[in-house]
Nanobody, 126 residues
């Protein structure tokens, strides 16, 4: 069992920045690839970014590429999402997720992760 707790959400103006953090506990952190997803009101949960177990490879949704950066600190059991140049359309609840078995790259982009956090709200005002 893995517990994930997100923090760092808030209200920011268009063009601003936020850094989301996700603290993991309960199992060997390096056994899991990690991802960030978001869900806006009335929309399905969508992939934002993911990182492999070693932290060497990152994947991004086209909508955030060049603006967001995912990273992880395996010594601290933490994963981060640095969000720059924020836009109103980035407004959503952001979720951290962990996935133990990944055989194909497409699985990073799927919502079929094993564990999820409770989410943190990000609101970008225009």
């Amino acid at each position: 069992q893995v517990q994930l707790v997100e923090s760092g959400g808030g209200v920011v103006q268009t063009g601003g920045s936020l850094r989301l953090s996700c603290a993991a506990s309960g199992h060997t952190f390096t056994d899991y690839a990690m991802g960030w997803f978001r869900q806006a009101p009335g929309k399905e949960r969508a992939f934002v970014a993911a990182i492999n177990r070693a932290g060497a490879v990152q994947y991004y949704a086209d909508s955030v590429k060049g603006r967001f950066t995912i990273s992880r600190d395996n010594a601290k059991n933490m994963v981060y999402l640095q969000m720059n140049s924020l836009k109103p359309e980035d407004t959503a609840v952001y979720y951290c997720a962990a996935k133990s078995e990944i055989r194909y790259i497409r699985e990073y982009y799927s919502t079929e992760y094993d564990y999820w956090g409770q989410g943190t709200q990000v609101t970008v005002s225009s």
